[in-house]
Each structure stands twice: as C-alpha cells, then as structure tokens.
C-alpha cells in the first residue's frame, strides 16, 4: 500500500471533519475535566478544614490580644488566604484546566462551523447568480419555451385517436417543482373535449383568485386541492404558498398563464393540446411568516381558520 496516498488520505478525512473532531474531543475533556473536579471533592474539603482552623487560630489570637503587632495579624491572614488559594488551586487547577481546554474547543468547533457555512454559502450564492445568468441569456436568445425544455427535458408528443396532440414534460411529477402542476388525463376534471380543459383551469383560476383576495393567503396544496390535483410533499415541507400582497402591498394574483401569448398556451387554447403545465406566480417558501404583510397592506382580510 502506498504509504503517502494513506497518509494523505487520512490527512483529508481529518481536515473535512474538523469541526466535529474538535467538538467531540472538546465534549470529551470537558466530561474528563468535570470528572476530575468531583474526584477532588476529599481533598477540597480538607483544604476548607486547614483554612478554618487557620480562622479559628486567628479568632482565639484576636480574644487573648497575643499579637505583637497589627502587621503581625495581617500577615497571619494573608498567609491563610495564600495557603487556601494554592490548596484549592492544587485541588482543582487541573480538573478546570481540562474542562476549559475542552470548552474552547467546542468553541473553535463552531467557528470552523459558521466559517464552512459562509464559504459554501458564498458558493452557492455564485452558481445561482452565474445560473440565473445563464437563463437569462437563454431566454433572451431562444426564448423561454426552449428554457423550460432545457430545465425540465424535452416534451413528449401523444398523437391522440381524434389526431389532436398531448405534450407532456419529461419526468416533471417526479421533480416535485412545487410551482408548476400538471393538468393531464390523470386529473378528475379532465376531459376528452380539449376546450372543456380550457374552460375548466379557467373557472379554476378565476375562483382562486378570488379566494386568495378573501382568505389573503394560500399554501400550493390548497391549490392543488382546489383543482383535484395530488398533494407536493416538498410544497407541504417547506410550507409554499403566496399571499395577496407582497412586501409593498402590490396585490398578487393567482395566474396559470393559459392565456399567455405563446405556442404552448394557444395551443391548448386552440384545443390542440389536451393536458397543460399549469406555472403559479410568486410562490414562496414558509407562507406563514410572510402573514405581516396582510396586517399591514390587507387589514380587510379574513384569514381562514
């Protein structure tokens, strides 16, 4: 075995793990340094009988008035003072000195923690930015329907009995991406007549618009509810929804952009398609800590309970 690869291998476990290195073996001497403090407890309390004997001869000196002088007194106090100070030191000193190595630790332990945390953070933060660019770029280029197949895959074409086609994205169900529904065969509301499926996200839409204006908020599985569409396990984990205002009291709307100005959209208008990828707008994650901004700019709403 190559004996530098080893080592280097080691090496490299050990600095990827560093943090939680330092926190166990700072728990570890912290427990070992707390130990050793309540080992001493014998001696502790022989100290403590040396100083009150000390006291005591200082007590019974002060009632027979047997000192020579005043300097002779302070001095006998500060020799007891010295001799308790140095008993307990020798006692505790080193219990102390290890549970206080072993707390530093676990404070370099979290440093090296929040310093990891900001560094990946400042990378992530660089990727979304450049990834956001790139998207950007795309879309300006070739448009966003040629974004969207890149993202989530290239559509799949059905040519149905009647010849009229269902697109259908790649795997986009399996991707839980808790602002997009699909709208297919598998929905009770669907229907063989593809205006009906029109008409039906269209009286969908309108309905939840309407009852995010009343109800002033809405988590994604309460719209998916609302159109017999399957719950989102990420949507319910991260407790995605939108708001009828956002932080400046811009009121905000539920949109399934069937209506848009695109091939996609006018196709399925048109009756060509049958199923739709249904995009929500302004969806966030933790929907309940956004409530403030229904007290501030939306005082009118009822909030269900």
């Known amino acids: 075995m190559n004996v530098k690869w080893l080592l280097k291998k080691i090496g490299t476990t050990i600095y990827n793990n560093r943090s939680n290195i330092e926190f166990v073996a700072g728990a570890a001497l912290t427990v070992v340094g707390t130990g050793m403090i309540i080992s001493k407890a014998e001696e502790a309390v022989e100290v403590k009988g040396e100083m009150e004997n000390a006291i ?12 020579d002088s005043e300097s002779q007194r302070t001095k006998a106090c500060l020799d007891m003072a010295r001799r308790t100070v140095c008993g307990y030191g020798k006692v505790y ?41 790139y998207r950007k770029r795309v879309i300006e280029d070739q448009g966003e329907a040629k974004d969207e197949e890149y993202r989530f ?5 059905i040519v149905n009995e009647d010849g009229t086609t269902t697109t259908k994205p790649v795997n986009i169900e399996d991707k839980d991406i808790v602002d997009r529904i699909l709208f297919d065969e598998v929905n009770p509301n669907f229907s063989k007549e593809p205006r009906a499926n029109y008409d ?25 509810k609302y159109i017999k569409s399957p719950a989102s396990k990420k949507a319910a984990e991260g407790d995605w929804g939108i708001t009828a205002v956002d932080d400046e009291g811009n009121r905000q709307h539920i949109n399934f952009h069937i209506d848009d100005d695109t091939d996609y959209a006018r196709a399925f208008r048109n009756g060509e398609e049958c199923s739709f990828m249904i995009k929500l707008d302004h969806i966030e994650p933790n929907i309940t800590t956004k409530l403030y901004r229904l007290n501030k700019y939306h005082s009118d709403v009822i909030i269900a309970q």
């Open 56 to 67: 005591k001869v200082i007590e019974l000196t002060d009632e027979a008035d047997g000192w």
């Open 93 to 133: 000193g080193p219990g102390i000195a290890v549970e206080v190595t072993g707390l530093v630790l676990m404070g370099i332990s979290h440093a090296t923690d929040r310093a990891e945390v900001v560094s990946k953070t400042a990378a992530l933060s660089s990727l979304a930015l450049e990834y956001a660019n």
């Open 153 to 157: 895959g290239k559509p799949e074409v």
């Open 200 to 224: 039906t996200l269209f009286d969908n839409q309108r309905w939840l618009d309407e009852k995010l204006w009343v109800e002033g908020s809405l988590t994604v599985n309460e719209i998916r």
